[in-house]
């Protein structure tokens, strides 16, 4: 079988070797042309898969994206069409929760603002935002869930309404998938009258899709004078983002908060076995038989270890301060998508094992971290 896949999707060679051939492609230039004799294509979120795209695909029966969002694949097309298609889903939820950590960690280092007693909301409730929900429960932080799709499917028990979500809430994250229309739409989910509606300093987040909000509307209320806090991940019309935007972020990073290396490979893995399901293939390969070691696996903790070697921690595995660094100083020679494509290895907090005997060993487990075995 001939297997198209995107130049940054790892271990693809690995995974597939015995199924097809494996052939590369740019993610955001993909052809037409390029789809002619090909049996599977495997995409990331920069390829938009589109009646355009799939013009002279004369024997594909197979599309997966690694990803978790969709809104760059036509489904309905690729039904239509008896293509076969499978995505990703929760494959970096892991990353993308430790990403906030990181963040809200960093922003309360910075600001010398305890996190302890702050109100955070998080919209979207699904992977992301229950495996974050769970994560946060240690930091002392009053948690509400907005999530209207989840509380009409009965599976949400205390859902918050957005609008007192963001009045309520020091902090606002957002974890909603792009929905273009319908009665939950998410698209400007954050408008301007919603931003002008915000508690002077509210943190908003974002690591879902740039639409999400209005990043024209945002950069408006903060000319006019409004504080507020940005950590922004994702960005409207990547990748030629709104630039303007850049100097008040207190952090930016280039759409890389699912981009652990566990997360990446998580969603080839993941494309694996749905193509060894398509064609009834056995799955016998993990990503455990390609991913080299940490170079850090553990740590012992003493009787004095405090909260702040909680910060230490986390922030040893992931600082989001070297994201904002790599964004800051190298998008205009660079550009978003080189930034992307070179971006450093990162690992999850699981690859750390700490003892179990320590103050803080409770927390570390709740944040995501290893127990040590003895
Ligand atoms: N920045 C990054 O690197 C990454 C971004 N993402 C983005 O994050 C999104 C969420 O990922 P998951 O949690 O894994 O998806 P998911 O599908 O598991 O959860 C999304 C949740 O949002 C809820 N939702 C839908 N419309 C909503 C609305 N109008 N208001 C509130 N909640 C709403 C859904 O009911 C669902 O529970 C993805 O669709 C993707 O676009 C995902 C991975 C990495
Ligand atoms: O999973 C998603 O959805 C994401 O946004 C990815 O983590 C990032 O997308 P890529 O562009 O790296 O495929």
Same mark, same amino acid.
């Given at each position: 079988?001939?297997?198209?896949?995107?130049?940054?999707?790892?271990?693809?060679?690995?995974?597939?070797?015995?199924?097809?051939?494996?052939?590369?492609?740019?993610?955001?230039?993909?052809?037409?042309?390029?789809?002619?004799?090909?049996?599977?294509?495997?995409?990331?979120?920069?390829?938009?898969?589109?009646?355009?795209?799939?013009?002279? #695909?004369? %024997?594909?029966?197979? @599309?997966?994206?690694?990803?978790?969002?969709? &809104?760059? /694949? *036509?489904?309905?097309? =690729?039904?239509?069409?008896?293509?076969?298609?499978?995505?990703?889903?929760?494959?970096?939820?892991?990353?993308?929760?430790?990403?906030?950590?990181?963040?809200?960690?960093?922003?309360?280092?910075?600001?010398?603002?305890?996190?302890?007693?702050?109100?955070?909301?998080?919209?979207?409730?699904?992977?992301?935002?229950?495996?974050?929900?769970?994560?946060?429960?240690?930091?002392?932080?009053?948690?509400?869930?907005?999530?209207?799709?989840?509380?009409?499917?009965?599976?949400?028990?205390?859902?918050?309404?957005?609008?007192?979500?963001?009045?309520?809430?020091?902090?606002?994250?957002?974890?909603?998938?792009?929905?273009?229309?319908?009665?939950?739409?998410?698209?400007?989910?954050?408008?301007?009258?919603?931003?002008? #509606?915000? %508690?002077?300093?509210? @943190?908003?987040?974002?690591?879902?899709?740039? &639409?999400? /909000? *209005?990043?024209?509307? =945002?950069?408006?209320?903060?000319?006019?004078?409004?504080?507020?806090?940005?950590?922004?991940?994702?960005?409207?019309?990547?990748?030629?983002?709104?630039?303007?935007?850049?100097?008040?972020?207190?952090?930016?990073?280039?759409?890389?908060?699912?981009?652990?290396?566990?997360?990446?490979?998580?969603?080839?893995?993941?494309?694996?076995?749905?193509?060894?399901?398509?064609?009834?293939?056995?799955?016998?390969?993990?990503?455990?038989?390609?991913?080299?070691?940490?170079?850090?696996?553990?740590?012992?903790?003493?009787?004095?270890?405090?909260?702040?070697?909680?910060?230490?921690?986390?922030?040893?595995?992931?600082?989001?301060?070297?994201?904002?660094?790599?964004?800051?100083?190298?998008?205009?020679?660079?550009?978003?998508?080189?930034?992307?494509?070179?971006?450093?290895?990162?690992?999850?907090?699981?690859?750390?094992?700490?003892?179990?005997?320590?103050?803080?060993?409770?927390?570390?487990?709740?944040?995501?971290?290893?127990?040590?075995?003895?």
């Amino acid at each position: 079988m001939r297997i198209l896949a995107d130049q940054n999707m790892p271990l693809v060679e690995s995974f597939f070797c015995e199924i097809g051939e494996v052939t590369r492609f740019d993610g955001r230039n993909l052809q037409p042309d390029e789809l002619k004799n090909v049996d599977i294509l495997l995409t990331r979120s920069v390829t938009k898969v589109n009646k355009i795209l799939l013009a002279r #695909a004369d %024997k594909l029966k197979f @599309v997966g994206t690694a990803t978790i969002g969709i &809104d760059h /694949i *036509d489904t309905s097309l =690729l039904a239509s069409a008896n293509i076969s298609f499978s995505s990703a889903p929760g494959c970096n939820a892991i990353a993308v929760a430790e990403y906030v950590i990181s963040a809200l960690l960093a922003y309360a280092q910075e600001t010398s603002t305890p996190l302890q007693g702050k109100t955070i909301a998080i919209i979207g409730v699904g992977n992301i935002g229950a495996c974050l929900a769970s994560k946060l429960k240690g930091l002392g932080l009053t948690i509400l869930l907005c999530d209207p799709v989840r509380q009409q499917a009965g599976t949400l028990d205390s859902h918050v309404a957005l609008d007192e979500a963001l009045a309520r809430a020091d902090i606002v994250t957002f974890h909603v998938p792009l929905v273009k229309q319908g009665p939950h739409k998410t698209v400007h989910l954050l408008d301007a009258s919603r931003i002008a #509606a915000l %508690k002077p300093g509210t @943190v908003i987040i974002n690591a879902s899709r740039g &639409d999400v /909000i *209005d990043n024209q509307a =945002l950069l408006h209320a903060i000319e006019g004078g409004q504080t507020l806090e940005l950590i922004l991940d994702v960005w409207e019309n990547e990748p030629n983002i709104l630039q303007p935007l850049l100097q008040y972020t207190r952090f930016a990073s280039v759409h890389i908060a699912g981009h652990t290396l566990e997360g990446k490979a998580r969603g080839t893995q993941m494309l694996y076995e749905a193509v060894c399901r398509e064609f009834d293939l056995p799955a016998s390969k993990t990503i455990s038989d390609f991913l080299p070691k940490p170079s850090v696996t553990g740590c012992q903790l003493q009787s004095t270890a405090n909260e702040q070697d909680i910060v230490n921690l986390a922030h040893l595995v992931y600082d989001i301060r070297r994201d904002d660094g790599i964004m800051r100083k190298q998008l205009n020679t660079l550009g978003f998508d080189t930034l992307r494509k070179a971006y450093p290895v990162r690992r999850e907090f699981s690859t750390i094992a700490v003892n179990n005997d320590s103050p803080i060993s409770e927390k570390l487990y709740q944040l995501g971290f290893s127990e040590h075995k003895s």
